[in-house]
């Protein structure tokens, strides 16, 4: 290998809700979890993960723009299988052996992954089966699934684990780092910005907000980062990486267009908002790999969209 070129390259997650993606995220990038810029023009997905070795970088990409509540999951998929086939040197399709045992009893695979699977064939890249959560379920009836699946589609390798025990996850790990061609280290460990992951953090919130409401919400809806505070832990970590840090507390602000929405948006008693505010707050713990600190406000803005000031705030791009 040349000098400074490691393994390295970019994994895309594609799988339902509730598969198991951000527990899986979580089990693997373990302590050396960090966030960094998204990679620069080439992607339309975000980073959500980097998992910093010495000899390796693996840096796991998201598409949160899709997390629509209008979009039907077959297409939600699907979109998240173009931006995965697209920007990804390595594909893992993650599936939930419980669910899919006790809907399917697991002799076919489902028509959304099949559809994924098809699209996949055009493709040249190397696709990992992760079948999750096989701590809930006897291990005999997993190999029904896995013979359905590797009769459907040339698996670079079909690998069963619990992402909430960490079953088997180093050894996907260690399967994924041999599967990436050589590169550089993309993101220097120290070069987390502030920057990116306050927008990243908003985007998250964001996310959840057009989750969990409905109908004009989205549309209408902005979220800037007022505050974001990092408190750092005594001890430095290691000297390479500097100070680890203890936890984040975030102020963010919503800003909606109209009265009713902004009833809308804080639910209640305040219910629509807490469930917001906690729902984000747990993806935005995956994110920065420390406990966190969440306040939501929601402010009325008529004419938002109209204010320069507000908008270059938000972090929209103005072209004069
Ligand atoms: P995502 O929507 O794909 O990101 O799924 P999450 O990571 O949020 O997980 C959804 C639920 O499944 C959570 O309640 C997890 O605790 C649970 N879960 C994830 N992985 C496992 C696993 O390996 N075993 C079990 N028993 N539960 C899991
Ligand atoms: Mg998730």
């Not at 070129?5 to 979890?33: E, Q």
């Not at 893992?92 to 064939?121: F, G, T, W, Y």
């Not at 690998?159 to 994924?176: N, T, Y």
């Amino acid at each position: 290998m040349e000098e400074n070129m490691i393994h390295s390259g970019f994994v895309s997650l594609i799988g339902r809700p509730n598969v198991g993606k951000s527990t899986l995220l979580n089990k693997m990038a373990g302590i050396r979890l960090a966030i960094t810029s998204p990679k620069a023009q080439t992607t339309r997905q975000i980073v959500r993960a980097v998992l910093d070795e010495k000899d390796s970088q693996i840096i796991f990409l998201d598409s949160p723009g899709l997390h629509k509540p209008r979009t039907k999951l077959g297409e939600f998929m699907m979109a998240q299988a173009t931006l995965a086939l697209s920007d990804a040197d390595v594909i893992l399709l993650l599936v939930d052996a419980e669910a899919s045992i006790r809907h399917h009893a697991m002799r076919q695979v489902p028509v959304i992954e099949a559809n994924i699977l098809e699209k996949c064939e055009k493709m040249d890249k190397p696709v990992i089966l992760v079948i999750n959560k096989v701590d809930q379920v006897v291990k005999q009836n997993v190999l029904p699934m896995i013979e359905a699946y590797s009769q459907r589609f040339k698996f670079e390798a079909i690998v069963p684990v619990s992402a909430l025990s960490g079953d088997g996850v180093d050894r996907l790990s260690a399967l994924i780092r041999s599967l990436l061609p050589e590169g550089p280290r993309y993101y220097p460990a120290d070069s987390l910005t502030d920057q990116t992951e306050r927008s990243i953090t908003a985007e998250l919130i964001r996310e959840q907000i057009l989750m969990l409401t409905h109908e004009e919400i989205p549309h209408g809806t902005a979220v800037e980062i007022e505050s974001f505070e990092e408190t750092l832990k005594g001890e430095p970590l290691d000297e390479e990486h500097g100070h680890d840090r203890d936890f984040v507390s975030i102020s963010a602000l919503v800003y909606c267009d109209r009265d009713t929405h902004k009833g809308i948006l804080i639910g209640k008693q305040g219910s629509m908002l807490k469930r917001i505010g906690s729902r984000a707050r747990q993806e935005i713990e995956t994110l920065l790999g420390c406990k966190v600190y969440l306040e939501i406000h929601v402010k009325v803005r008529e004419d938002w969209r109209n204010r320069r000031g507000i908008l270059k705030n938000l972090g929209y791009n103005l072209k004069d």
